[in-house]
């Protein structure tokens, strides 16, 4: 099947689900990554030729990296979507010396910085409503098991992954063909970065992210200070690796 024939399929596909569902309301969440990229250039085809109200959304996480905001309006400005940008009830600043530093086992920004913005922002749109969301089954062995389709309880919302089956190379060959940029994070560190909490990091995006933008790293230093004697910010394979070593070096 040719990158066309995909990008088809896909738009079809949703265009039925959004009708099947009977939507009034579709939003596409857009974090600046490449994935999210093209779920809502999907959702916004498939949307175009139905009575719906569509809005993208970017979640401000409030930890995202320089560049990644001003990315996310750039692109959604030539794709002439309408952008609504949310944030969470407090900052990830805030929350972090709260709860201390997010870890896989003990991901709490994942509500309180992304899923609690989205159900607040919900609660203004009519129901029927869908969320668009950028996941794909390949991306990691945690979304393996991701599903096309579910109804949350807490968002009140159906979830729809337009390209759950696509592969990495079908979503970069598609924005060439788009001729649209690529967030500049990608090339700086490695990822988008719009959510730079310290989960799932590796050592790698750690180095890069200190190197490349200095005074937001300062910010997780300084953090990191905070926390009760033995504390550190970043945790790889129950490891605990600490911020200020990376300045140091």
Known sequence: MSIEQLLSKSVKTTRRYVKRKRARSVIATFSGGKDSLISTYIANEA?????VKFKVVFIDTTCALPNTIDYVKKICSLMGWSLEIV??????????????APTPKRRWCCVKLKLEPLWDYLKKHDSPRIVMLGLRNGESYRRKKIRKSWFSKDAQAWMYNPIIDWSEKEVSTFIKILKVPIN?????????????????STIDKIRRT?????????????????????????????????AADFIQQ
């Open 47 to 51: 949307c175009k030729s139905l009575d």
């Open 87 to 100: 944030r969470p009830r407090q900052s990830f600043w805030e929350l972090v010396l709260k709860y201390g």
């Open 184 to 200: 500049p994070n990608y090339s700086k560190v490695g990822f988008a970065g719009d959510c730079f909490c310290g989960c799932f």
């Open 210 to 242: 200190a190197e490349t933008y200095p005074e937001f790293f300062m910010k997780i230093v300084e953090i990191e200070q905070k926390f009760r004697s033995g504390g550190s910010f970043f945790y790889i394979a129950g490891k605990k690796i600490r």
